[in-house]
């Protein structure tokens, strides 16, 4: 299934019914007063939120959503169909956006939750409603109320408790799978992972929490480079950040060059991220000379804790699941914020 977090999409409810104008015609009783029907209310526009949806897939060649109408007045009293509401099923964090004006709708976020896009218009009233003392036989209804309608914009940012991030080839990928049953592609060059991935992680104790790596973060990711200007935004839903360097990649002479390149990213998408808490781990210290790397990286990042990993192996994997169990289900749980390291 193609990944999707953006569409824009059409939604119209339905129309209410128009009234009935009738008289009440009996045998032995010529002159019946009014009998006119109201008009049936036009259905809703429901957006469900729903984890049964992962992305936007669903509005990739429907983009056009309308509600039926409501059923017209009839003689005898009876009054229009009430038409039935049109639900709309939508992925957790997804942002409904009003696409003529920019103001934000509705940020969907928890499972199960139905919300009233567009309503529905009321039905016309009757002839029947018209009627009195002083105008026995009204020979007018009224017309049913148009329902609302909206040029929309869908905005899908991932919700997960952990995000990810890092430089192509620090082994995001690598780590979901060894964490979670995630399976995403996994190979030796960069840009391989293209799409979010998810996976949720069963610690010892404590609830189950979801991870999502960020793919295609690149110097100058935030203006467009790579593929980070498209999958930055997701990780303004995460509640904290596990920031994933590639040891054998260090250089000795500045060894804290890719993680500030990181940093400088987020900073420059959205100032919030850099204040997210933040986990580092360096990764690939299964490769040779890595152990000189991760001290030079270690004295020049302070005080700050850093995990000694390797995703392919598992070593130092369960210590820093364990870390981030402590942070998700302990919220007074160690970490930094990583506004604290100078960019110099």
């Known amino acids: 299934m193609k990944f999707i977090d953006e569409v824009s999409i059409f939604v119209k409810a339905g129309d209410g019914g128009r009234g009935c104008v009738s008289f009440r015609r009996e045998k032995f009783i010529p002159k019946g007063g009014p009998d006119g029907g109201d008009g049936g209310k036009g259905g809703d526009i429901i957006v469900l939120t729903t984890s049964r949806r992962r992305t936007l897939y669903q509005f990739r060649y429907k983009k056009i959503f309308t509600a039926k109408n409501g059923g017209y007045g009839q003689g005898s009293n009876r009054a229009g169909k009430k038409s039935d509401d049109l639900i709309i099923e939508i992925p957790p964090g997804t942002v409904i956006i009003n696409a003529d004006t920019g103001e934000t709708i509705k940020d969907c976020v928890t499972d199960g939750e139905r919300f009233i896009l567009a309503k529905g218009g009321i039905g016309g009233q009757g002839n029947k409603r018209f009627a009195s003392s002083t105008h026995r036989a009204p020979r007018f209804a009224q017309p049913g109320m148009p329902g609302e309608?909206?040029?929309?914009?869908?905005?899908?940012?991932?919700?997960?408790?952990?995000?990810?991030?890092?430089?192509?080839?620090?082994?995001?990928?690598?780590?979901i799978s060894r964490i979670s049953s995630a399976r995403p592609k996994v190979a030796d060059y960069p840009f391989t992972t293209l799409t979010p991935n998810l996976g949720v992680v069963s610690p010892e104790w404590g609830e189950p929490f979801v991870v999502a790596d960020t793919p295609g973060l690149i110097e100058g990711a935030h203006e467009g480079s790579g593929l980070g200007i498209r999958f930055l935004r997701h990780i303004e839903r995460n509640r904290i950040l596990l920031h994933l360097v590639d040891c054998s990649a260090i250089d000795p002479d500045d060894p804290l060059k890719a993680y500030r390149t990181i940093n400088q990213e987020l900073s420059g998408f959205s100032p919030q991220l850099i204040e997210k808490q933040q986990i580092v781990a360096l990764n690939k210290m299964d490769m040779p000379d890595t152990e000189e790397r991760a001290a030079a990286f270690t004295a020049a990042l302070g005080q700050k804790p850093v995990y000694l990993i390797s995703a392919a192996t598992g070593r130092g994997v369960d210590a820093l699941v364990n870390e981030l169990n402590k942070i998700i289900n302990n919220p007074s749980g160690n970490s930094f914020n990583n506004s604290d390291v100078d960019d110099d």
Do not use: E, Q
């Open 149 to 175: 309608s909206f040029n929309l914009n869908l905005d899908l940012k991932l919700l997960a408790d952990v995000g990810i991030i890092g430089f192509p080839n620090a082994g995001k990928s690598t780590l």
